[in-house]
């Protein structure tokens, strides 16, 4: 097949071509898709349609690249798992806890479990903005159901929680 392509969509297709080798690493497998996020200006949805992804496996891959390179390299050398590195996102001390699950041995689900009380804790800490407290109580109102309102740390998009007590309060959503 011969593709007559410019310098933008060689490069994008060569990321493309990478990303679906067997081979590659999960590290780089995340780089790749922040260069073709970068290089198209896309969106993490965008890019999940591209490759035939879920947009929720472009992301949890590209959060990989938060992680300390120390990590990172714990990850490419195979010491450490994608879930092992995942749990670890956001954690203080993150190499020495990335140390520790390599000398003990832990499975995934002991990482997360040490690590969800740090999370939780954290999570517990941040005050909610007064302002989305008052949209969720005036949206509450508005449709007889509790909600929730969650920004992500950007603040530019996030996620809307309906709660119903009963069957007939979902068919009336539905």
Request: net charge negative; aromatic share 2%.
């Amino acid at each position: 097949i011969i593709l007559d392509l410019n310098d933008s969509e060689t490069l994008e297709v060569a990321i493309v071509e990478n990303i679906q080798r067997e081979d590659l690493n999960i590290i780089e497998e995340a780089n790749a898709y922040k260069g073709l996020i970068r290089i198209k200006n896309i969106t993490n949805e965008n890019l999940a349609k591209i490759i035939g992804k879920s947009p929720s496996h472009v992301s949890n891959i590209l959060r990989l690249l938060e992680l300390e390179k120390t990590i990172q390299e714990m990850v490419i050398s195979g010491d450490l798992s994608m879930g092992h590195a995942r749990a670890l996102i956001g954690v203080p001390n993150a190499v020495q806890k990335a140390k520790e699950i390599i000398k003990r041995n832990l499975s995934v689900r002991e990482v997360e479990k040490i690590t969800s009380s740090f999370k939780k804790n954290k999570k517990q800490k941040i005050p909610k903005d007064p302002n989305i407290s008052d949209l969720e109580k005036e949206l509450s109102d508005k449709i007889g159901l509790k909600t929730s309102i969650q920004f992500n740390e950007s603040g530019s998009s996030g996620s809307l929680t309906l709660y119903y007590s009963d069957l007939n309060q979902l068919d009336d959503i539905m």
